[in-house]
């Protein structure tokens, strides 16, 4: 059984070993509001591997970068991968309740469901059985499981119907980023 843990913008809770830029800002366009930062990874003492849905993938080593994006107002966290120039890998964690500060920083509570956006586009829902487990061990009420469930099917569908302009708009972030930061 997994517990809720708080998570921040700048992934510190996974990459303080390593060589890394990171910057933020707080943002609000007609799409988004919130915090985004980009972490740009210079030096890992080795590249990082994780299972996938389609097998084993390195999602960082160095010169990747990680854009992230945490509204204000909702309950995920998109972390977008980058490769070069090559989008490869959406990741939203659901979250229960995000902090967003003034200057674009951010802290949010992992709710433990999470959908994952691969290059071909399709949407998949992981950990269902991590939070089914968690709500049978007591670390998550009904009401959570729900919200959680509502939050990932109403991402999947947005994403189904907005795909085009949420890719372009990640780049949009990312490049603004690397021009101005």
Not at 33 to 51: D, Q, R
Not at 55 to 82: R, S
Not at 110 to 119: E, K, Q
């Amino acid at each position: 059984m997994k517990e809720l843990k708080q998570k921040h913008l700048d992934r510190r809770e996974w990459y303080s070993d390593t060589d890394r830029e990171f910057a933020c800002m707080y943002h609000r366009d007609d799409c988004f509001a919130g915090a985004v930062g980009l972490l740009t990874f210079t030096g890992l003492p080795k590249p990082e591997y994780v299972n996938s849905v389609r097998g084993e993938m390195c999602i960082a080593d160095k010169g990747y970068q990680w854009l992230e994006l945490v509204p204000e107002n909702g309950h995920w966290a998109l972390t977008a991968m980058f490769r070069d120039d090559e989008l490869f890998e959406q990741y939203i964690d659901i979250t229960l309740e995000n902090e967003v500060s003034a200057d674009g920083n951010a802290v949010f509570t992992d709710l433990l469901l999470d959908v994952v956006i691969l290059r071909d586009g399709k949407p998949v829902v992981l950990d269902m059985e991590e939070l089914e487990d968690s709500f049978a061990g007591g670390a998550v009420t009904q009401e959570q499981v729900e919200l959680a469930k509502r939050t990932a099917d109403t991402i999947m569908a947005f994403y189904a119907a907005n795909r085009e302009q949420i890719i372009r708009k990640l780049f949009e972030y990312r490049s603004f980023f690397r021009e101005h930061l």
